[in-house]
């Protein structure tokens, strides 16, 4: 299970910093077009990088979480979620550590 959830942490934290970097460029964006039209490029990576690359690997690796841990299917549901709200993936992953290892994630033997 400890893979597992290293596995699921890692594509958390990528996941969550592709969707926020995205957000933030979108939100800007829309305040001073001008300014920002030059990073177009940045956007279409940044889009296709958490759509189509991170986002489904993040759920591949949230349902094997799931699955070893033996979860309740709410929080398979809230992890998934937590892939398109900015920031909630963070959180999400700050809980479950919290519950499964409140002594801290134990060192790779």
């Known amino acids: 299970m400890d893979a597992a959830f290293r596995r699921y942490r890692l594509m958390s934290f990528v996941t969550g910093t592709t969707l926020v ?3 933030l460029h979108l939100a800007l964006k829309s305040l001073d077009h001008s300014l920002w039209q ?3 490029l940045f956007e279409r990576i940044d889009g ?3 759509g189509i690359v991170f986002f489904p690997i993040y759920m ?4 094997q979480f799931v699955l070893k ?3 309740n299917v709410t929080i398979l549901a809230l ?5 398109f709200v900015p920031g909630l993936a963070f959180y999400m992953e700050y809980r479950l550590a919290k519950k499964y290892y409140p ?3 134990p ?3």
């Open 103 to 105: 002594q801290g994630i």
């Open 107 to 109: 060192p790779r033997v």
């Open 48 to 50: 296709v990088a958490h």
């Open 38 to 40: 030059s990073t177009s």
């Open 69 to 71: 841990a033996k979860l």
């Open 79 to 83: 992890m998934f979620f937590a892939g």
């Open 21 to 23: 970097l995205l957000f």
């Open 60 to 63: 591949i690796m949230s349902f």
